[in-house]
Structure formats: structure tokens, C-alpha cells
């Protein structure tokens, strides 16, 4: 028999999962675009201009990633790259008019919500969190995965 305390637990992540997986779809049937793809663009667009890897530190995701998400974005018009003036191999991304208009009609992202949630909480909270939070994905084997900062379901360099 499952525990009540094991009950809570299992239901609490349940929403977590839930939560994510509906704002997900939101964001998809509203953009078209999956969290990754939006972050990704909304960094170009603070950026102005960006080379793929500025961009992969910036978002913490890997360069192969980022080019992943940028052709994407390109393929729906919503970013253009250019080769460098001074060094032909290097690529800028930058926003197209369609990528801006995209950014103003898009849902608030989740993970935007929580961020200013969790950085309003008092430190020893944060730190309980955090704690907690590597605790239960010690529990579920899941320290060695690669995570980006990201509230997302899926693979995040997936097509939506």
C-alpha cells in the first residue's frame, strides 16, 4: 500500500508535470512554437543580433541546440541569419518584423511566472526549494540528465 506522504508527493509533481504540459500547449496553439523555441527568441530579441554561441550561453543550451532551434525558427520566418562582414564563417541570428509580432501576441511563459515567484520568496526558502528539488531528482535518478533552465516537457530541441 502507497503511503499518504507518497500520495501527496506523487500528486504534487502530477501538477507540476501538468502545469507545464498545459502552458506548453497553450503556447503552441497561440505561437505555433514550443518554450525552447520562444525563449530562444525572445533572447535574440533582447540581443538585437546574437552568433549561436552567445545565444547557447545565454539561454544554457548547447551550441548543436541552438542551431537546432534557430533553423526552426528560421524555416517559419521568424529569425534570419547573415555571415559575418569581417569573418565570413562566423553567423549572426537576428529577429525578423513576423518574430517580433510573434514575441507581443505570446503568452506569459511558465517558467516566467515562477522566476518572479521564487525570487520574491526569503532566501532560507529558496535554498529549502532548491534542495528539495535535487533531493527528488536524486530520487528519481535524474542528476546526471541535462536540464536547460526551461519548463518544458519535451525534448527541447523538438519541432512543436
Same mark, same amino acid.
Given at each position: 500500500?502507497?503511503?499518504? /506522504? +507518497?500520495?501527496?508527493?506523487?500528486? #504534487?509533481? /502530477?501538477?507540476?508535470?501538468?502545469?507545464? &504540459?498545459?502552458?506548453?500547449?497553450?503556447?503552441? @496553439?497561440?505561437? #505555433?512554437? +514550443?518554450? =525552447?523555441?520562444?525563449?530562444?527568441?525572445? &533572447?535574440?530579441?533582447?540581443? #538585437?543580433?546574437? +552568433?549561436? @554561441? =552567445?545565444?547557447?550561453?545565454?539561454?544554457?543550451? @548547447?551550441?548543436?541546440?541552438?542551431?537546432?532551434?534557430?533553423?526552426?525558427?528560421?524555416? $517559419?520566418?521568424?529569425?534570419?541569419?547573415? /555571415?559575418?562582414?569581417?569573418?565570413?564563417?562566423? *553567423?549572426?541570428? =537576428?529577429?525578423?518584423? !513576423?518574430?517580433?509580432?510573434?514575441? &507581443?501576441?505570446? %503568452?506569459?511563459? $511558465?517558467?516566467?511566472?515562477?522566476?518572479? /515567484?521564487?525570487?520574491?520568496? %526569503?532566501?532560507?526558502?529558496?535554498?529549502? *526549494?532548491?534542495?528539495?528539488?535535487?533531493?527528488?531528482? @536524486?530520487?528519481?535518478?535524474? &542528476? !546526471?540528465?541535462?536540464?536547460?533552465? $526551461?519548463?518544458?516537457? #519535451?525534448? *527541447?530541441?523538438?519541432?512543436?
Amino acid at each position: 500500500m502507497v503511503e499518504p /506522504r +507518497t500520495d501527496a508527493a506523487l500528486r #504534487g509533481l /502530477r501538477r507540476i508535470m501538468r502545469a507545464a &504540459e498545459m502552458a506548453e500547449r497553450r503556447l503552441a @496553439s497561440e505561437t #505555433g512554437l +514550443t518554450p =525552447s523555441q520562444l525563449l530562444l527568441l525572445q &533572447e535574440v530579441a533582447r540581443r #538585437g543580433e546574437a +552568433t549561436p @554561441s =552567445s545565444l547557447a550561453a545565454a539561454v544554457q543550451f @548547447s551550441q548543436a541546440t541552438v542551431t537546432n532551434l534557430a533553423d526552426r525558427l528560421e524555416a $517559419l520566418g521568424l529569425v534570419a541569419r547573415r /555571415r559575418g562582414d569581417q569573418d565570413r564563417r562566423q *553567423i549572426w541570428v =537576428s529577429i525578423t518584423p !513576423k518574430g517580433r509580432q510573434i514575441l &507581443e501576441t505570446a %503568452p506569459d511563459m $511558465l517558467q516566467a511566472q515562477f522566476s518572479g /515567484r521564487f525570487q520574491n520568496l %526569503p532566501d532560507w526558502e529558496q535554498a529549502m *526549494i532548491v534542495a528539495m528539488l535535487e533531493r527528488l531528482g @536524486s530520487l528519481l535518478d535524474a &542528476e !546526471k540528465i541535462d536540464a536547460a533552465p $526551461l519548463l518544458d516537457t #519535451g525534448r *527541447i530541441d523538438r519541432v512543436s
